[in-house]
């Protein structure tokens, strides 16, 4: 499994998981500091500035900021084109 550097992804249950499935259970983690590897994370960073300090009270007006602010950037991944008009 890929994981990004969170610390979630440490820690004694972890450590005891991949212990007990060594041979059927591997986590590697993306290198860190390196957004052209994890592409959802740069998608999540627009997501995060769009929503931030502010209330969602209805799912179609978050999706319309989700919006605004992918078509805001221009240089959004190309395998998030499908996320602006």
Same mark, same amino acid.
């Given at each position: 499994m890929f994981v990004d550097d969170g610390s979630c992804h440490y820690g004694v249950m972890v450590g005891e998981f991949l212990s007990l499935h060594r041979k059927t259970f591997w986590l590697f983690y993306f290198p860190m500091y390196l957004p052209q590897?994890?592409?959802v994370g740069q998608c999540w960073k627009l997501a995060r500035r769009a929503l931030l300090n502010w209330v969602v009270l209805l799912l179609l007006s978050a999706k /319309?900021? *989700?919006r605004r602010e992918f078509d805001r950037v221009g240089f959004l991944p190309k395998m998030f084109k /499908? *996320?602006?008009n």
């Amino acid at each position: 499994m890929f994981v990004d550097d969170g610390s979630c992804h440490y820690g004694v249950m972890v450590g005891e998981f991949l212990s007990l499935h060594r041979k059927t259970f591997w986590l590697f983690y993306f290198p860190m500091y390196l957004p052209q590897v994890n592409l959802v994370g740069q998608c999540w960073k627009l997501a995060r500035r769009a929503l931030l300090n502010w209330v969602v009270l209805l799912l179609l007006s978050a999706k /319309y900021r *989700l919006r605004r602010e992918f078509d805001r950037v221009g240089f959004l991944p190309k395998m998030f084109k /499908y *996320l602006s008009n």
